[in-house]
């Protein structure tokens, strides 16, 4: 007899989420023939293993004991729509392991060759590897800006004017969403930002002050600036 381990590599693409280890993916071989044996003797006609994130996942050894041509499948399992599993693609390729068992020599010792193949009939290069691509979702934050008065009130408020920046690769709001404006006292946001990489991203907002001619009689303008900080993970 001749025995021969099935496994393959399981490979995370794409971004690299934080959680990868604790995503389990699972696999499954299944007998294409009556009567084929399975791995560690099983009786069954499929066995599955899982790994989790990146990594090898093996089904066992097969004991060979006569010479012939043994066709299995290799299959994962579908978690598509399972929610923990956003932003990952699921590989839905049924893939044919073809396991031929030859007594090459005529001495009676038999050996055991496998091909993986594609549908299509395209053989899989080794290390055998299903890829599972993880993109991360975009997602969307408002920054907004609060403002005081003090002092006396205006018989007719002033509206006040306050800018975004952002620092580096820290994305902006669209259009003129980098600017807002409080008549009086109040809040108020900004643009939405939409943010499709993982990071710390840095804003400043400061108030606009106007020039001397456009400045309200009576009023003072703040020229300090909040640094904001938003961890995308």
Do not use: C
């Amino acid at each position: 007899p001749v025995d021969y381990t099935v496994g393959l590599n399981k490979a995370i693409t794409g971004d690299q989420p934080a959680d990868a280890d604790k995503k389990e993916f699972v696999f499954t071989l299944t007998s294409l023939a009556a009567g084929q044996p399975m791995p560690n003797g099983s009786t069954a006609t499929s066995v599955s293993n899982s790994v989790n994130g990146s990594g090898a996942v093996s089904f066992g050894s097969i004991r060979f004991t006569q010479a012939g041509e043994y066709n299995y499948s290799i299959q994962e399992s579908d978690f598509s729509a399972n929610a923990q599993y956003r932003g990952y693609t699921f590989d839905n390729t049924v893939y044919t392991l073809k396991v031929t068992v030859e007594d090459t020599l005529g001495n009676g010792v038999l050996t055991a060759n496998a091909v993986l193949y594609k549908p299509d009939n395209s053989v899989v290069d080794t290390p055998w590897t299903i890829e599972n691509e993880y993109q991360a979702l975009p997602v969307a934050y408002t920054i907004g800006v609060n403002k005081a008065l003090s002092g006396d009130a205006a018989v007719l408020p002033e509206t006040f004017h306050f800018s975004l920046t952002g620092e580096g690769t820290a994305p902006m709001p669209a259009g003129s969403g980098n600017t807002t404006s409080i008549t009086g006292e109040g809040y108020s946001t900004f643009g939405q930002i939409t943010f499709t990489q993982t990071g710390e991203y840095t804003y400043t907002i400061q108030e606009v002050v106007p020039s001397v001619v456009d400045r309200v009689e009576g009023d003072t303008y703040s020229t300090e600036s909040v640094s904001v900080t938003l961890t995308v993970t």
